[in-house]
């Protein structure tokens, strides 16, 4: 350890995590599983740590990040002149001192206003409060490009208002052990909150009741992929006849819309059932559901005894991890979230140097070619829906490493002696700053993603994709490495992006951005044919036994995960053949081999049980070992490669093998 600022001590710099052959198993055959001999030496040498649910290369980055920020914090941190306000945040979240001092009395005035709760119109009014400071109870309300008109900002209702992680949780038979266990968890935090025993208890069924209401309610997963069937631009005067007691006028007055004629609601008849409920359930068991809904929110920023019995549920109990993260990790992660381009400026300053960006732009660039040739030679799309696909990949822009500009968050006041207000106060102005842009143009160059993130995106509405700062990096982006190396990491990582303009979702968006349907019927069928067979695919891998991923619910990312490679290693192909790339071998591997090895290299990762069920039931993602070999499976490029003979696991069949883009 180094020594910091005011004697503290900070940790050294971490080591750079880099492609290795060392993480190979070559016990292992790669025509039956490739993931196993790319990744399994690394998989056996890296168990999941104690105060992780999975450990992945993505982890391995973002903890060699979280180092960089701790130390960028701690010297923030012990600035006696001038204290910046991302030091006096980390300052404030590690003061326990002051946590165990006022324990749930931050919490004073909400619960007050809940059990003051008399009628459903006092019920509103105190929703709309709490979504002012950030808690999504019984459903959310954002502003987000309208998806019909993306030039300006609309104000989107969404359904939401549940604890645990998805609706199965409460509807499934094989999670009623764990309803079981969250009933108790519930009781318990409202013992600790001050409740006697029995009426915890009672409270805990009110909840549970509530939220399984609204589990019943909410659309599958798999349903809130489809942005067309997630649209209904309502009028407000519609909607204030048709959910009386959600009483929307009134609501959107407490929340300072003044503006809005119409609202853009993803599930209606969600918000139907939500007027049913309100009429049905006893404003008793609303006022615990606020209450709980509250506590829960609130409990990782009040005392031990109450951070702590979150922790046993949601993390232990839930995801399977052992032991609670260190403290400091944890203060970076949340002032990462909550003042993160401050916060990034400084990492931006010290660990993003401007030849990153250069080379990410020829990278970019091979990708593009590589891209529109494959659009205009398509050869199942017709004339008419390939002139709109390049028509749309002529407006694609690229982002990448951070904002031109910074924000500086004057908004928000930072107390050294309060980091349950720090956190509140943080919320309540990004929530204030997002709604006064309702009806405004949009802003092209604002980020949603902090410049530390490790991970990319694509915007559809925008028609951008973005790679921040913290993934231009090993074992991602590596300059020292072959371009093998780097076009099986980082450059799969843009084609992804890329594709996901023209994925199961993204397709359809137009050049503009907006939600317009711009296929032939005979080219969207054709699409759907072949993104079917990947689907179909995904569907029959069993990650745990008895449990198997859903196709259609990763179907994006599984499409985009085929793009990246096939674009990739094309342009790879292209540099080989032009003498741009040495052909010759390093460890014994081609540069074939080597890219396909680089791309095993980037999914490699260990889950707890827990945690990969999770992840089935709720993200988009299939997990890393499919990620590659559901792949791989799919590309003669790789079956020449590592001389994939004809019936082996690792070579998809004529009739099964999927190929779009």
Request: aromatic share 10%; proline share 7%; net charge positive.
């Amino acid at each position: 350890m180094a020594r910091g600022t005011a004697g503290r001590s900070t940790p050294a710099t971490p080591r750079t995590l880099r492609f290795s052959t060392d993480h190979l198993d070559r016990r292992a055959d790669p025509a039956e599983d490739f993931y196993r001999f790319a990744t399994g030496g690394w998989l056996d040498a890296n168990p999941v740590p104690a105060d992780k649910t999975r450990w992945s290369g993505f982890d391995e980055l973002r903890e060699r990040n979280l180092q960089l920020l701790r130390a960028i914090l701690e010297r923030e941190r012990g600035r006696v002149r001038a204290p910046s306000k991302v030091g006096t945040f980390y300052a404030a979240v590690l003061d326990q001192r002051e946590r165990e001092r006022r324990g749930t009395g931050p919490l004073a005035d909400e619960r007050a206003a809940i059990a003051g709760i008399t009628n459903v119109e006092e019920l509103v009014r105190v929703v709309a409060r709490l979504h002012g400071q950030g808690l999504p109870v019984l459903f959310a309300a954002f502003t987000a490009p309208d998806e019909r008109d993306s030039r300006h900002y609309a104000l989107y209702l969404w359904q939401d208002g549940l604890a645990l992680p998805d609706r199965d949780y409460y509807l499934r038979p094989e999670f009623a052990a764990l309803r079981t266990a969250y009933r108790r968890h519930i009781a318990r935090l409202f013992v600790l909150a001050g409740e006697s025993a029995p009426h915890a208890r009672r409270l805990a069924r009110d909840v549970l009741a509530v939220e399984t209401a609204i589990a019943r309610a909410s659309r599958r997963r798999v349903d809130l992929r489809d942005p067309l069937a997630n649209y209904h631009k309502l009028a407000v005067a519609t909607l204030r006849r048709r959910h009386p007691r959600l009483q929307w006028e009134e609501y959107l007055r407490l929340r300072g819309v003044r503006r809005a004629k119409t609202l853009v609601v993803g599930q209606p008849e969600f918000f139907d059932a939500l007027q049913r409920l309100l009429g049905r359930l006893p404003l008793s068991a609303w006022r615990a559901y606020l209450d709980w809904q509250l506590l829960h929110d609130s409990a990782p920023h009040l005392n031990a005894r109450l951070d702590r019995t979150d922790f046993e549920f949601f993390h232990r109990h839930l995801l399977g991890q052992r032991q609670p993260e260190p403290p400091w990790r944890r203060a970076a992660n949340l002032i990462d979230g909550l003042l993160g381009e401050a916060l990034g400026a400084l990492y931006v300053r010290r660990h993003f140097p401007p030849r990153s960006r250069a080379r990410m732009m020829e990278l970019v660039r091979d990708l593009e070619a590589v891209f529109r040739e494959r659009l205009r030679r398509l050869p199942w799309m017709t004339p008419a829906t390939r002139r709109r696909a390049l028509a749309k990949f002529a407006r694609f822009e690229t982002r990448i490493g951070h904002p031109r500009r910074f924000r500086s968050y004057p908004e928000v006041r930072v107390e050294r002696a309060d980091h349950f207000g720090n956190v509140r106060r943080a919320r309540a102005a990004e929530i204030a700053r997002r709604l006064r842009r309702l009806g405004r143009r949009v802003d092209r160059g604002e980020w949603r993603m902090t410049p530390p993130t490790v991970n990319a995106h694509f915007v559809p509405t925008q028609n951008q994709i973005f790679f921040p700062a913290g993934i231009l990096q090993p074992p991602f982006f590596d300059p020292t490495a072959d371009d093998a190396v780097n076009y099986g990491g980082i450059a799969v990582v843009i084609g992804h992006e890329m594709t996901h303009g023209y994925d199961d979702q993204g397709r359809k968006f137009d050049a503009q951005g907006n939600l317009v349907d711009w296929w032939t019927a005979r080219d969207a069928q054709e699409f759907r044919r072949r993104a079917g067979r990947l689907i179909a695919q995904y569907d029959r891998f069993e990650p745990l036994p008895g449990v198997r991923l859903n196709g259609r619910l990763t179907a994006g990312e599984n499409i985009a995960d085929l793009g990246g490679v096939c674009l990739a290693f094309e342009a790879l192909a292209r540099r080989l053949a032009d003498g741009r790339t040495d052909v010759r071998a390093i460890d014994g591997f081609t540069p074939a081999q080597r890219f396909f090895l680089s791309y095993g290299q980037i999914w490699r990762g260990n889950a707890r049980p827990e945690e990969l069920r999770r992840r089935i039931a709720v993200d988009p993602h299939s997990p890393g070992r499919f990620r590659v070999n559901g792949i791989v499976a799919n590309l003669p490029e790789f079956w020449e490669a590592f001389r994939v003979p004809s019936g082996a696991p690792m070579r998809q069949e004529p009739s099964r093998r999927a190929e779009i883009w």
